[in-house]
C-alpha cells in the first residue's frame, strides 16, 4: 500500500444469530467498500468477547497499516492488551485478535525505526 495514494478501508459486520451472513451485510450496508479489489471474510465464534461488529474481524494495528484475521485463542490476550495499553495503544474491541494486531504493528514499527 503506497501511503501517499491510497488508505486502508475497514469495513466490517457482525452476522446476525445463528447466520453467517456477514459479507451480504458489507455487500447491503456499504458503500465505502465499492471499488476495492481485495477482501476479507471471517466466521466469527466470539471467544473473545461478543459477537458484534466492533468485535468482527479484520482488526488492525495502531497505525492502521496492518490488518489481521485469525482462527484460534490467544491465551495470554489480557495480559498482553494490559501491556499494550500501557505503552499508548487504544483497543476497540474485546477481541484476542486485536491484541495480536496491536502486537505485531508495534514490532514492525520497532523494526522501522
Do not use: C
Request: charged share 25%; glycine share 10%.
Amino acid at each position: 500500500m503506497d501511503d501517499a495514494k491510497s488508505e486502508m478501508m475497514v469495513t466490517k459486520y457482525a452476522s446476525e444469530g445463528e447466520k453467517a451472513d456477514g459479507l451480504n451485510l458489507v455487500a447491503s450496508k456499504s458503500s465505502i467498500s465499492n471499488g476495492h479489489n481485495i477482501g476479507i471474510a471471517h466466521t466469527r465464534w466470539a471467544t473473545h468477547g461478543g459477537k458484534t461488529d466492533a468485535n468482527a474481524h479484520p482488526h488492525t494495528d495502531s497505525s492502521g497499516k496492518i490488518a489481521l484475521v485469525h482462527n484460534g485463542t490467544l491465551n495470554n490476550a489480557n495480559e498482553l492488551r494490559r501491556e499494550l495499553q500501557g505503552r499508548g495503544h487504544k483497543f476497540s474491541s474485546e477481541t484476542d485478535t486485536e491484541v495480536i494486531a496491536k502486537l505485531i504493528g508495534e514490532i514492525y514499527e520497532m523494526q522501522s525505526e
